[in-house]
């Protein structure tokens, strides 16, 4: 995951509170991820498509490369933890502006007071996992070169609102954007601008007289493909949906995976063996981690299973699971990164074509090494850490078919990207 680039402080005050010449102000992002989150329970750092919810916002941040500083205001340590590895620095909220009823912006004119250098604020919310930097590019502008204020994200929305009538208060309820005996088709109707919440900019100076939108104020305008807000469990299967469509997965040119190698206990199995009372060894295989095999396999994607060496299972059951599922086992592998190498180099492909699903310490070379990768929800830490898609499956229990599709995903959408490029280009 790369770090925040640091980019010189030119104007202003420097972060230290010292005065500089040029006359550039200091631009920082700040997500603000309490740890007390009451509808889902430390939903910051929550995954999300295989990536934490706060990586998401965190990643279009840092690739915009428009910040000379990068922070993540929390309380939690977990989440200090997720930050850093995504390139943020920390400001540790005081208790005071850490609880229930403390605002948004109780935090951030705490932020200002302790980074007299900070001039303008980016206040990203980590509940927009479909920001791209593009969208924070243009937003910005707004305030360097066109002299606004403050600048606030918007989406055009198409909904007739209706005065609420409370319950016992009587009366009926009248319309509020609309005359009902002219209803307008939604193409004859422009819509109104709503606030998306995916970020907030605006000067120190509001910040310090306690106004977020405030001075002259201009908006920008997000497609409603990009506009996701996750506030309680429903939103999260919704929400996974749409980043894997609309979400931003990096500078780096998407690539169809072409090989996916897969650990065989840990991953295709739960590691365990089962013995009968005749002294009958057998595994137990998920039909869905099978079905997932030959999904790939009908897309192009070839899939081979790896048997690390001193792996208990024996050669004679290896031989039939590789039947069963239908795809190449190699069995006893030693060195598993020079075997992945060596695979890789034989079919021509780059590392962005590889996949790679393991689970334990001897894994993490090829987990670093592979373009995508993934461990099961019950891998130990050490693999964890170094896995680009985490499952929400076990090992043996569907884990490898949740892969499999998060790959087809991405494949149609890097396709996708392809073709357009080529329109592009004819």
């Not at 102000?25 to 997500?31: E, F, K, S, V």
Request: proline share 4%.
């Amino acid at each position: 995951m790369a770090a925040a680039k640091k980019r010189p402080f030119l104007g202003g005050e420097d972060m230290d509170g010292k005065k500089v010449k040029d006359g550039k102000p200091h631009i920082a992002a700040l997500i603000l991820a309490r740890g007390g989150s009451k509808g889902i329970p430390l939903k910051n750092i929550k995954m999300l498509a295989g990536v934490p919810l706060l990586g998401w916002v965190l990643r279009a941040a840092v690739d915009s490369e428009l910040f000379d500083s990068i922070w993540v205001s929390t309380d939690h340590d977990e989440i200090e933890k997720v930050a850093k590895a995504w390139g943020a620095q920390i400001h540790r909220r005081s208790p005071e502006v850490s609880r229930d009823s403390s605002s948004s912006l109780e935090t951030i004119q705490e932020f200002v007071r302790l980074n007299p250098g900070v001039n303008i604020i980016c206040n990203i919310q980590a509940t927009a996992p479909c920001l791209h930097p593009d969208h924070l590019k243009k937003a910005l502008a707004k305030i360097t070169e066109e002299g606004f204020e403050s600048v606030f994200s918007v989406v055009r929305r198409h909904h007739f609102r209706w005065q609420e009538v409370k319950k016992g208060a009587g009366g009926s309820t009248v319309p509020l954007n609309l005359d009902p005996s002219r209803r307008p088709r939604r193409q004859d109707w422009d819509g109104e601008l709503c606030e998306n919440g995916s970020f907030y900019v605006t000067s120190r100076d509001l910040i310090e007289k306690g106004i977020l939108q405030g001075g002259k104020v201009a908006y920008f305008e997000m497609g409603a493909e990009y506009s996701v807000d996750i506030d309680v469990d429903i939103d999260w299967p919704v929400a996974e949906q749409r980043v894997l469509r609309y979400g931003y997965f990096g500078k780096e040119k998407p690539e169809v995976i072409r090989l996916l190698l897969c650990n065989l206990s840990g991953c295709l199995t739960d590691g365990q063996i089962y013995v009968s009372a005749d002294g009958l060894e057998m595994v137990s295989l998920n039909t869905r981690d099978s079905m997932g095999i030959r999904m790939l396999q009908k897309e192009g994607v070839e899939v081979i299973v790896i048997s690390s060496i001193g792996n208990p299972i024996p050669k004679v059951m290896v031989e039939k699971l590789s039947k069963q599922i239908g795809c190449e086992i190699r069995h006893n592998v030693e060195d598993k990164l020079s075997e992945v190498a060596k695979l890789r180099k034989e079919r021509n492909l780059k590392w962005k074509e590889v996949a790679y699903m393991g689970n334990d310490d001897p894994d993490v070379q090829c987990l670093n090494q592979s373009g995508l990768s993934s461990v099961p929800q019950d891998a130990p830490l050490v693999s964890r850490n170094d896995a680009k898609y985490i499952c929400h499956s076990a090992a043996g229990r569907g884990a490898l078919r949740e892969f499999a599709e998060h790959i087809l995903q991405l494949n149609k959408k890097a396709n996708a990207q392809m073709e357009q490029d080529r329109i592009h280009r004819d």
